[in-house]
């Protein structure tokens, strides 16, 4: 059976140009189940049925394994199956119909409105580069642009008179108010402080860094992660953070869910509602602190 397996690599890795990392997820799931199967005192891959792995994946629920460690090992058994019956190298394939675990969704991390304040005031204004992390925090955290569209902004994409940015892609573009206390923060990185990155007159991009080209997805990250630290955040803040926790804020205070959809660009309100969820959790764990009898 480990010659299909590694059959099935050379294929997914020359024909499907899969990742490394894809490849040994892979491997790993696939030997892990084949050598359950040879457990069972099967020979060879045609004698695997249906219920074979379903049992597998029951098992490894039992032992305690992540929802989304099953949900992997399913597909990689599934795609392994599919490759078979392409290759005429079984006549039934086992994996059809076979009921997927669904994977457990997580909620999103949302910091306090406290660690929010703490955050912002981490960056240090008596150099450009603190004042341009500053502008870029408040930006965030008042719009709830993603961080590649914060990256992607162009001076001309911000209005700070009439307090409004536009972000998007082409035809999927948005306008999205931002208030006194970003405008003020974004006045004060463009006048004089991103004059100090700049290298070349012509260079649009809003946000600059040290070789005065446009800010990177990854320069960002190391930025946030810097300012959670020295902020004393113990939350794992990832650059979706200030994202997840300007929605949550909005509907905290009042805001309604499509008001909240439109700001963040979903074209779907239910992945907007899933704040509302994490409300209701919050909800729970004030109730559990504070009342007497909880």
Known sequence: MNTYLNA????????????????????????????????????????????HIAAYLNEMKRSGKAPSTVVRASVSIRSFFHYLIRQSLVV??????????????????????????????????????GVRDKAMLEVLYATGIRVSELISLNIGDIDLQLKFLRCGVAGK????????????????????????LLKREDQEALFLNQLGTRLTRQGFWKIIKKYASSAGIETDI???TLRHSFAAHL??????????QEMLGHSDISTTQVYTHVMKRNMKEVYELHHPRA
């Open 92 to 129: 039934q394939d086992p994996s059809m119909d076979l009921e997927t675990p669904k994977p457990e969704k997580k909620l999103p991390v949302v910091l306090t409105v406290e660690e929010v304040e703490r955050l912002l005031g981490a960056p240090d204004l008596s150099n450009a580069q």
């Open 238 to 240: 990832t650059p979706h």
């Open 251 to 260: 509907l905290e205070n009042g805001a309604d869910l499509r008001s909240v």
């Open 173 to 196: 573009e948005r306008i999205v108010p931002i208030g006194r206390m970003t405008a003020e923060s974004v006045a004060a990185y463009l006048d004089p402080m991103r004059n100090r």
């Open 8 to 51: 099935f690599i050379t294929y997914m890795s020359e024909e499907k140009r899969r990742s490394v990392s894809t490849l040994e997820s892979y491997r790993r799931d696939l030997a892990q189940f084949l050598e359950f199967a040879a457990g069972r005192e099967l020979k060879a891959v045609d004698e695997i049925r249906k219920s």
